[in-house]
């Protein structure tokens, strides 16, 4: 068990410009999720894939946010024309979605995005 | 959606002292889990209990989901101990979480 593992690390990025981060989740797990946190405050749902479906997405995503997992293994999430308030950790975190314990949702350390 | 509170917002205890955490939620849930979150971020699982009690070490946790809360018990707490810690909850238990505000535990030596 390897957990779930982000990249890059940490980001500084102009205002305007675009970013990916990407997630490789642990292996044997069906869920994928990403949440957004800011400074002080809870993790909010991003939007999560069963598979390679995206099953929801949470209003906190806009049109310049979008999040792939193509043939269910490892995610991507863009954001396009980044603003100041994109500012936060986007953490990625998998479940097994099934079983006794596929209500357990392990992180991982996640990823910094400053736009300066 | 589910709301999630937790108190107290923010402790500070003497290394060695215990102490009780508190998560209340508005809904029926069948998933719940506490975290740590370390000073790098880092959230580490401390526990998956939509009921009952379970133990771990010097912290244990139940949750009385009748009553709709959850406590988190630190027992003989270490500077180790400091972090944040979250508690989240979901109404199906393959579902996404929806977190607290946290409780801000820092440990004096």
């Known amino acids: 068990d390897t957990g779930v593992s982000q990249d890059p690390r940490h980001k500084i990025t102009k205002r305007g410009q675009n970013v990916t981060f990407r997630c490789d989740p642990i292996?044997?797990?069906?869920?994928l999720y990403w949440y957004r946190q800011t400074l002080g405050q809870g993790p909010e749902f991003l939007t999560y894939?069963?598979?390679?479906?995206?099953?929801?997405k949470s209003r906190l995503l806009s049109d310049r946010f979008s999040a792939e997992r193509p043939k269910g293994s490892f995610s991507t999430l863009e954001i396009q024309r980044t603003e100041q308030g994109d500012s936060a950790m986007y953490l990625c975190?998998?479940?097994?979605?099934?079983?006794?314990?596929?209500?357990?949702?392990?992180f991982g350390e996640g990823s910094w995005l400053t736009v300066v | 959606g589910i709301q999630v509170e937790q108190s107290p917002p923010d402790l500070i205890l003497q290394e060695g002292a215990n102490s009780t955490l508190r998560c209340n939620f508005s809904d029926s849930v069948n998933n719940l889990q506490w975290f740590h979150q370390n000073p790098w971020g880092q959230l580490i699982n401390l526990f998956y209990?939509?009921?009952g009690t379970k133990q771990n070490g010097r912290l244990s946790a139940t949750t009385v989901a009748t009553e709709r809360y959850s406590l988190l018990y630190i027992s003989s707490s270490q500077t180790t101990d400091s972090g944040v810690y979250f508690c989240a909850v979901a109404r199906a238990a393959g579902n996404k979480l929806t977190f607290g505000g946290g409780t801000r535990v820092l440990v004096k030596p």
């Open positions: 894939f069963q598979n390679e479906a995206q099953l929801e």
């Open positions: 209990i939509p009921s």
């Open positions: 975190a998998s479940s097994r979605g099934q079983g006794m314990t596929r209500g357990t949702i392990y």
């Open positions: 292996s044997e797990h069906n869920r």
